[in-house]
């Protein structure tokens, strides 16, 4: 049986939680530091979500009214950008405390 | 010139495989995946160029969030892919060696717990569970349902409008802490259920919405494993609970069988 599908995002959740924290480690020869689950997942879904935005926004510019779907798309732009501000803090926050983890007692 | 040694996974010595990988590409999409035989095991590896992946230029490889995501659900499908024809043991994703004879070494010190691991995993899944639900219909329904709130209500009822407002905030909390029991405690008789029915289980770390995307809120995440004949007994429970619950905003939702990231372990 293959496995279940869901939605998306959490399959990425489901697929980086085993990936990278599981899975049986024979140390390699080459030193890899990857970022954490929670921070990688974070990042991952903001890039996505931006493009998929991006494109909704570009198809109502070519595809209707200029004028009307310009508002609107200055509108939906604004509200990307507090997403993506509100992403970033939360980002950075996290890389704060990651930061302040890794630092040598 | 000299090729790095990316691994994905151990799998038994098996005749039939070279058809299996031969059109697979590895981590590069270049270098194509194949194995390399250690006495009973086959190491399942592609090649990858010494320049392109040596430590400085896969930390920046590393550091690309696109590239790591590519490359991570690239490990998955490979070992997803395995999986379907051969026990596998799974490798950490990027787990990389200076050469063959590096790797060989490595391999040659864990072949005996490797060849009782693959045994042991043979006939066992992997499966993972996921409980999200609707934080505020628990809420409404701890709000309306539980007694100590319930009576708690009619006391303030009766107070002075003054304190009533205070009471009423502390209440609020009150509400919030029973409906954290109620996630708590629903999950975790989910879990119990299942569990009975696993070999093994392990309680994983929940992930806020920030992670998942979901509107919902995860309230649990474990993981079982499984003998292969109690899979079906193991879904069709879950799918009565699914039944049972889904009406109250509970989510229940399984996935699997995955390579045994969870339980193959070594050393």
Redesign the interface.
């Known amino acids: 049986?293959a496995?279940?599908q869901?939605?998306g995002?959490?399959?990425?959740?489901?697929?980086?939680?085993?990936?990278?924290d599981?899975?049986?480690?024979?140390?390699?020869?080459?030193?890899?530091?990857?970022?954490d689950?929670?921070l990688?997942?974070?990042?991952?879904?903001l890039?996505v979500a931006s493009v998929d935005k991006a494109k909704e926004i570009g198809m109502d510019w070519w595809e209707t009214d200029p004028y009307l779907n310009s508002q609107a798309a200055l509108q939906e732009q604004d509200k990307l950008k507090e997403e993506n501000e509100q992403?970033q803090k939360?980002l950075e926050k996290l890389e704060g405390k990651l930061s302040e983890d890794s630092r040598l007692p | 010139m000299a090729k790095l040694v990316y691994l994905y996974g151990i799998i038994p010595k098996n005749d039939s495989y070279k058809e299996k990988l031969s059109t697979m590409k590895g981590l590069d999409d270049f270098h194509e995946i194949h194995t390399i035989p250690f006495q009973e095991t086959e190491a399942v590896i592609c090649h990858l160029d010494e320049v392109q992946y040596g430590e400085k230029e896969l930390e920046k490889k590393t550091n690309d969030v696109k590239w790591v995501h590519e490359k991570a659900f690239h490990h998955h499908e490979i070992l997803m892919k395995l999986y379907e024809e051969f026990p596998i043991i799974p490798m950490k994703f990027c787990t990389i060696y200076s050469g063959e004879e590096s790797l060989a070494k490595k391999l040659d010190a864990h072949q005996e717990n490797m060849i009782e691991l693959l045994e042991f995993i043979k006939d066992k899944e992997e499966w993972i569970m996921k409980i999200y639900c609707d934080p505020s219909k628990v809420r409404e329904n701890v709000s309306e349902q539980n007694t100590t709130i319930d009576q708690k209500r009619k006391e303030i009822g009766e107070m002075s409008p003054g304190r009533q407002y205070l009471e009423k905030r502390k209440l609020d909390q009150l509400i919030d802490q029973e409906a954290d029991r109620e996630k708590d405690s629903f999950a975790s008789n989910i879990h119990e259920a299942l569990a009975s029915i696993s070999l093994q289980n392990e309680v994983k770390k929940n992930w806020n919405k920030d992670v998942t995307g979901r509107t919902e809120e995860m309230c649990w995440n474990s993981v079982y494993m499984l003998k292969n004949t109690a899979v079906d007994d193991f879904l069709n429970h879950v799918k009565e609970l699914q039944d049972k619950w889904e009406p109250s905003g509970w989510q229940i939702e399984v996935t699997g069988p995955w390579p045994s990231y969870h339980y193959a372990k070594i050393g």
């Open positions: 049986m496995i279940e869901s939605t995002s959490s399959n990425l959740v489901d697929v980086l939680e085993t990936v990278l599981k899975g049986v480690v024979i140390a390699g020869d080459i030193r890899v530091g990857i970022a689950v929670e990688l997942s974070i990042k991952i879904r890039i992403l939360r």
